[in-house]
């Protein structure tokens, strides 16, 4: 905004145009700008705009350093996260996991198909039922009869089946 000196040699020159201006619109212009300048109200609500701009300017100015202090340990915590992940992935990829996942992928489907080939097959003698019943324990239960933590009634019960029936080394 300017100051009042600055503001009179305006209007002073704003006035010479005025009066060596033939344009009567171009003259009626410049004679409400200087109207503008030279109210009180108007330097009133120019210095209270200027305020506020100043004020916003302040505010925008302590923005990033506010962010800053506010997010500091914000970005440590990523950076630490992102080492992390990294090193993770670096020790995935020199590490066998994915091989081994992939092989233990292949082994299952694999016994898999058999059990379900045995399942097609009706079990005519106590051995045929031996079999499903040792094919049961040492396919999908791992060797684990019981498992449970909280077995049933029923659960025991078939558990002493198939425990019964199983054998480690059908022939």
Do not use: Y
């Not at 915590?77 to 995935?92: H, N, P, T, V």
């Not at 994915?98 to 198909?113: G, P």
Request: hydrophobic share 45%; proline share 5%; charged share 25%.
């Amino acid at each position: 905004m300017m100051d009042l000196a600055k503001t009179g040699a305006v209007v002073a020159r704003l006035n010479r145009a005025i009066q060596n201006t033939r344009d009567e619109a171009t003259k009626n212009d410049l004679r409400e700008i200087v109207s503008l300048l030279q109210s009180p109200s108007a330097t009133k609500r120019d210095a209270e705009l200027l305020a506020l701009a100043n004020r916003v300017k302040d505010i925008g100015a302590a923005l990033p350093s506010a962010f800053d202090r506010a997010f500091e340990s914000d970005r440590h915590l990523i950076a630490a996260l992102d080492k992390s992940q990294a090193a993770s992935a670096g020790a995935e990829e020199q590490s066998a996991l994915e091989a081994a996942e992939e092989a233990l992928d292949r082994i299952q489907e694999e016994q898999n198909a058999v059990c379900e080939r045995m399942l097609d097959i009706k079990p005519a003698t106590l051995r045929g039922l031996q079999a499903l019943a040792t094919a049961l324990v040492f396919g999908p239960w791992s060797g684990r009869i019981e498992r449970l933590p909280s077995p049933t009634t029923e659960d025991r019960m078939i558990a002493a089946i198939v425990r019964a029936l199983s054998d480690p080394s059908p022939a």
